[in-house]
């Protein structure tokens, strides 16, 4: 089993950064990939961003060029450098792991981002 834990979320302006960062423990070996999710109040959970252990890179259209998705090799860490951020980011941001077998699994609790106009 793996799980995973987030970190970094906060209250910020429109137009400022944060950078949110997702620590993966237990059965990591069977990690392939490592993605943010986001879901704001009355609406579905919805992908960001992912990064596979082959450093491919995937980002939703709605945040391509202002988010970026980073791992450090070896530490199964994953961070969300997240710029020029605008009201419609503000959810609650959950980190999770793809693992063999199973997909997306080993969800975090998540954590809030706010963005006021």
């Known amino acids: 089993q793996v799980q995973v834990v987030e970190s970094g979320g906060g209250s910020v302006q429109a137009g400022d950064s944060l950078t949110l960062s997702c620590v993966a423990s237990?059965?990591?070996?069977?990690?392939?990939?490592m993605g943010w999710f986001r879901q704001a109040p009355g609406r579905e959970r919805e992908f960001v961003a992912q990064?596979?252990?082959?450093?491919?890179?995937t980002y939703s259209d709605s945040v391509k060029g202002r988010f970026t998705i980073s791992r450090v090799v070896g530490k199964d860490t994953v961070y969300l450098q997240m710029d020029s951020l605008k009201p419609e980011d503000a959810a609650v941001y959950y980190c999770?792991?793809?693992?063999?077998?199973?997909?997306?699994?080993?969800w975090g609790q998540g954590t809030q981002v706010a963005v006021s106009s």
């Open positions: 237990g059965r990591t070996f069977q990690i392939y990939a």
């Open positions: 999770a792991a793809a693992v063999y077998g199973s997909g997306w699994s080993g």
């Open positions: 990064i596979t252990w082959g450093d491919s890179i």
